[in-house]
């Protein structure tokens, strides 16, 4: 019960921060700091917040506590890290977050995930991992697939993978993909 409330209380919280406005660094230290006084000892909250310019197709994230995103271009895939702080909102008060920005080009895929896709386990007690997901979209002809198909194929993966066991935490998934379009990029 105490996760729920501390869940639903952060959303109404971001929300709240997102409408003031701002830049991606002064948001997250504002939540940071709310969340801190508001929410008990041991309950923080996982956020990676983004910023997707379509004009420019800049993606600009700051994370705290979430997975590091995936991010493959061309027959690349990487973990986009954070600098700076990376502890989840309101572990400690003074945390401030920094932002990256990346250029997504035509055919670049970003894939956002929660802990509950690595943690997902199989009957047998083992863990999907870290590994699973990049190796995955590594393998993936991502030309051919639409965000909502790669997310699809990589939710089918986990879900073969942990077969009938319960599942244990949240499965969030977020796919974000380029598309080349008369010589500029689009995203979706």
């Known amino acids: 019960m105490r996760a729920a409330m501390t869940a639903l209380m952060s959303d109404g919280m971001i ?5 003031q406005g701002g ?11 709310s969340m801190h006084e508001k929410i008990g000892k041991h309950m923080f909250t996982a956020l990676c917040a ?4 379509p004009e420019t197709s800049e993606l ?4 705290a506590g979430l997975c590091e995103p995936l991010l493959k271009s061309g027959a690349g895939v990487e ?9 989840p909102l309101g572990a400690l008060a003074e945390s401030s977050y920094e932002h990256r920005t990346v250029q997504l080009v035509g055919g670049d895929v970003a894939v956002v ?21 990049r190796d995955l979209l590594a393998g993936l002809d991502v030309s051919t697939l639409s965000a909502q198909g790669i997310r699809d194929t990589l939710l ?4 073969r993978f942990a077969g009938s066991s319960h599942q244990s935490d949240d499965m969030t998934l977020v796919v974000i993909k380029a598309e080349s379009v008369r010589g500029s990029s689009a995203v979706h």
């Open 156 to 159: 089918h993966d986990v879900r």
């Open 79 to 87: 973990y986009l890290t954070s600098p700076g702080v990376t502890l």
């Open 23 to 33: 830049d991606i660094e002064e948001i997250m230290g504002s939540l940071n700091r």
């Open 113 to 133: 995930f929660s802990d509950g896709i690595p943690e997902a386990r199989s009957r047998s007690g083992s863990l999907y991992g870290y590994d699973r997901p």
């Open 60 to 63: 600009t994230f700051a994370n």
């Open 15 to 19: 929300f709240s921060s997102v409408r």
């Open 50 to 53: 983004m910023v997707l310019n």
